[in-house]
């Protein structure tokens, strides 16, 4: 595995959020509401926008390793 940097961005905190955000969900009855399910769209798009940001700078990254 390559030893990549950390870029400092909150991606294992948002995971996490996600996570609780979902268990949470889980463990109770009754109808899931609107409110919840924006939360959780929410977080996911935010992890997804770290992890296109991190893939990128990895790459800058590789590339300017290999030039």
Not at 1 to 14: A, E, Y
Not at 42 to 66: G, P
């Amino acid at each position: 595995m390559r030893n990549l940097p950390d870029h400092g961005l909150p991606l294992v905190q948002l995971k996490e959020q996600r996570r609780d955000l979902v268990v949470a969900l889980q463990n109770r009855t009754g109808p899931v509401n609107s409110w919840e399910l924006m939360q959780i769209a929410a977080v996911q798009q935010a992890i997804s926008a770290f992890e296109d940001v991190i893939a990128d700078l990895d790459a800058e990254a590789e590339m300017e390793a290999a030039a």
